[in-house]
């Protein structure tokens, strides 16, 4: 079993739509959680972060840990087609520098 | 302010040859981390430098891998010799003093392929 699992989709939705990116994981000691925006050919592009279980909100973007389920969500609200591009969670333990990261997901905004 | 950025873009070489990536981070981040991605598999950790000390080299693959960041700025990451699993695109990261992941900026990476 991978520490964590990302569907790799493709996912595919029109422009406005809500889109939910999901991923889990088995190692309880992970702490911090991170989604991270790749484009084609570019390098992975920090989006958010979130310390332990909770909420986070930034514009459009909302991330939600759930630690009890090993379950950590982002939510893109009103997708743009500028938001195409592969999703990459990631986590780590605290204080540890080794980023276990999901195998990401490709998100299509169509207009 | 210049982010961190990888040559080459692109290298192919044949199996058994050596090649030599390179890597500068952001000015003044003490932390950088190499990671690759062979095909069909998710991002992976290799070595993680603080300056020019090897803080964390457990994801290196093999002794056919190695890294090195003299003076503690630009590293560099030699595959000697390649073999064709080596494949994959190898992206460098750094982040400053405070070495938490949080903070890490990556480069464009570089695609190495091995015929």
């Known amino acids: 079993q991978k520490e964590v699992e990302q569907d790799p989709g493709p996912l595919s939705v029109p422009e406005g739509a809500i889109v939910s990116l999901n991923c889990t994981y088995s190692?309880?000691?992970?702490?911090?959680f991170m989604w991270y925006r790749q484009y084609s050919r570019k390098g992975p592009e920090l989006l958010m972060y979130?310390?332990?279980?909770g909420n986070k909100e930034d514009g459009r973007f909302t991330a939600q840990v759930d630690k009890s389920s090993k379950y950590i969500s982002l939510f893109i609200r009103d997708s743009q087609p500028s938001d195409s591009a592969t999703y990459l969670c990631a986590m780590t333990p605290y204080n540890n520098n080794d980023m276990r990261f999901g195998a990401g997901t490709r998100l299509t905004v169509k207009p | 302010e210049a982010g961190v950025t990888q040559f080459p873009s692109h290298s192919v070489i044949e199996k058994g040859q050596t090649v030599t990536l390179r890597c500068d981070p952001i000015s003044g981040h003490d932390n950088l981390y190499w990671y690759r991605r062979v095909m069909g598999k998710e991002i992976k950790f290799l070595l993680h430098?603080?300056?020019?000390?090897?803080?964390?080299e457990s994801g290196m693959p093999n002794n056919r891998f190695l890294a090195e960041r003299t003076g503690g700025t630009y590293s560099t990451l030699k595959v000697q010799p390649a073999e064709l699993e080596d494949s994959g695109v190898y992206f460098c990261?750094?982040?400053?003093?405070?070495?938490?992941?949080?903070?890490?900026?990556f480069g464009q990476g570089t695609r190495l392929t091995v015929v």
């Open positions: 190692n309880s000691a992970f702490q911090y």
């Open positions: 990261a750094s982040s400053p003093e405070t070495g938490l992941n949080t903070e890490a900026f």
């Open positions: 979130t310390y332990s279980s």
């Open positions: 430098f603080v300056k020019e000390s090897k803080q964390d």
